[in-house]
Structure formats: C-alpha cells, structure tokens
C-alpha cells in the first residue's frame, strides 16, 4: 500500500511524493486522513518563518482521518479500533516535564513534538503531517473519537473549536449573561462567537472589515446578536452604544493595532481582554494608564490544551454548522493553491480544506 503526501523539502519548495507504508510500528496507529484543515500557520511553515519548524516536512496539524491499523503495543494505548473516525490534537506531550503535566499547557513541552511542523519526514515511517493520504499516530498522542453524525469537515477543526472554548472559558472565564466582543470573524472568531453563545453570554457582538461579509453573515448564523464593519461603523462608538458600560469580555483575534486598541477602549471597567491574535511583529503603542484607571486585565493565549473534550461535546451539540466555516475545497495536488487563498483570501473566502 502506498500514500501521496505533499512535503516541504525546504521553506517555499514543495512537491507531491509517494510513500511505501510498511509494517506499522509497534506504538503507532494507521489512519487515513479524511479532511485536513488549511491552518494560518502553514503558511509559516512553507515560508520557513516558525521557531520549530523540522524540513522536510509533510504540514497539516488540523485532522479528521479513520483509523486503518494500530501496532501490537498501540492496542494498549489508545481506546479505539480500526474504522473509528477520529480527529487529533496537534500536540504531543512527553509525559514527563512539568509542562506536560498540567492540565492547560502541556502543548508547551518541548519534547513531544507538533504534526506538520516540528515531525520531520526524513526518517521511517515519515508520514506526521495531515496533508498525506494516511499518517501515523506517535506515542502520547491525543485522539478524540468522532460521533457517528459528525461531519469530517467540522471533526477536522475540533482543535479550533477547542480555541474558541478556551478563549472563552479557560482564559476569558465568561460567565451567564456577561457580554462579549470577538475582534476578527475568522475561524478563531467563529469558533469563539459558538463558544461565547453556549456559555450564555449576552450580547455576543462581532467585528469585522470589508471583505469579511461572508464571515460576518456566518456569524450571524450561528447567532451573534450584532455584527460590526469597523470600515464602514466606528467600532468604539458603536459598541459603547449597544453596551454604555463596556463588555465585560473582548476576545482580540485579528491582531492588527487597530483592534487591539479599540479593544482597550471597548471593555468596562475590570473587564477583561484575551489576546490571541498573531501581529507578526508589528509593535502596538498602548497606553497603560488606560490600563491601570480601569483595572483591564489583559490575557493572552496559545493553543488549546486541555479544552478539545468540551470542543467535541459543542461540536456533537449540532447548535452551530461548524461544518460551514470550511467552505473552500481542494484536492491534495492543490494544496499549494489552498494555502495561497488562505493567506490572500479571494471574495468569500472562510476557510480552506484538503478533503481526500
């Protein structure tokens, strides 16, 4: 049997090899990627521009798949059997640093590694990464069973999912009827908009730019109470009238200056900000007397270690057609072409998807 897979041999030269799949080692598990979800962070990866990066290297870190073969010690490991759906956390934990035994920030070891980014593919059995057409699972990987009704392309987000739900809960610790602001209908957005509305938060408001109106009319179908084009509406302004006081939450996802300084303005006294979004280096002047006088915690975040259980339970709830947030498909020989639109973004665009 053999599998095609896209590999970055160095940053910004990709090509379409084939791999034998031999015998499966003893502590791995053989699954066939159903979808596997175009991240930001690919881009990075391609372009040689992440600290943990390993090349060659087949990228792809947000993955639904049905498991094919576990090896005679993975029995022991994992608590499913061929034909499971399952979707993966791209972290691997050592199980043995401080880091890795906690409950939130195990994706902070440094000895596990990350699928499609830090597992090269230069060595036996090769096939880490989630733009291939089968992968294998190491030791210490974290799987999470797809329910029978849930669609690949929603399972293959989970990951995303679970950044919303953390975003929200474990660092924003959004309560019954506190009121929220999501800075960037993205995916991140998206997710964080679904997380925001199953915890009871009221309102639930969402900005975005022009170019986000497929976005923007997403997020009001999963619910959001008000949506706000800050190019054409001043977000301050407009927020403050909808909530005189402030809301008592703002997730900042687009990590633009712009909105990280409109989020400042944005929440009320004591209120707090959760910062997730990537600038790219782009330094943002901030006024931290604004800060102090209003007593603003600001809170910033990384990945979503410990929160993907809940993410799937949000996902089987069927209240939000995550489905719908990849809306772009390609086929592998694409994926160039894939990750090209995710960093361009053409007319409608949310987000993209290998679907095999």
């Known amino acids: 049997m053999k599998s095609k897979a896209m590999v970055v041999k160095a940053p910004g030269r990709m090509e379409l090899e084939t791999f ?40 792809g870190h947000e993955i639904a798949g049905e498991v094919v073969e576990l090896g005679k010690k993975a029995h022991h490991l994992y608590d499913f059997k061929p034909h499971d759906k399952i979707t ?14 906690s409950k939130h920030y195990y994706h ?49 987000i989970s990951s995303v999912v679970a950044n919303g ?57 999963f619910g959001a109470h008000h949506v706000i084009n800050v190019d054409q509406q001043n977000p301050v302004t407009t927020v403050l009238e909808l909530i005189p006081e402030g809301a008592d939450v703002v997730v900042e996802t687009s990590g633009t200056s712009e909105g990280i300084q409109a989020a400042i303005q944005i929440v009320r006294r004591v209120g707090r900000i959760v910062n997730i979004g990537i600038s790219g280096g782009v330094e943002t002047p901030i006024k931290f007397d604004d800060l102090v006088w209003k007593s603003v915690s600001i809170i910033n975040g990384l990945g979503q270690a410990g929160n993907v259980d809940d993410a799937m339970k949000l996902i089987d709830t069927g209240k939000f057609p995550f489905e719908k947030i990849n809306n772009f498909t390609y086929r592998l020989e694409d994926l160039a072409k894939a990750i090209e639109d995710t960093e361009k973004r053409p007319k409608g665009f949310i987000k993209g998807a290998i679907v095999f």
């Open 165 to 221: 739900v953390r975003w929200i809960k474990t660092l924003g610790q959004v309560t019954f009827g506190e009121s929220v602001v999501i800075s960037g209908p993205g995916s991140q957005g998206l997710c964080s908009l679904a997380a925001a509305l199953h915890s009871g938060a009221n309102p639930v408001i969402v900005l975005g730019k022009n170019g986000d109106e497929k976005r923007l009319e997403l997020a009001k179908e």
């Open 20 to 59: 034998e799949l031999k015998k499966t080692p003893d502590d791995h598990v053989l699954v066939k990627t159903n979808v596997t979800s175009v991240c930001s962070t690919d881009i990075k990866v391609l372009k040689g521009n992440t600290p943990v990066g390993q090349y060659p290297v087949i990228m």
């Open 88 to 101: 993966i956390e791209p972290y691997i934990a050592c199980g043995k640093c401080e880091h890795s035994r």
């Open 108 to 156: 902070y070891c440094n000895h596990g590694g990350i699928y499609g980014i830090s597992l090269a593919c230069d060595k036996p059995p090769h096939l880490y990464g989630g733009y291939s057409e089968y992968f294998y699972l190491k030791p210490g990987s974290l799987v999470h069973r797809q329910n029978k009704n849930m669609a690949d392309s929603a399972a293959s």
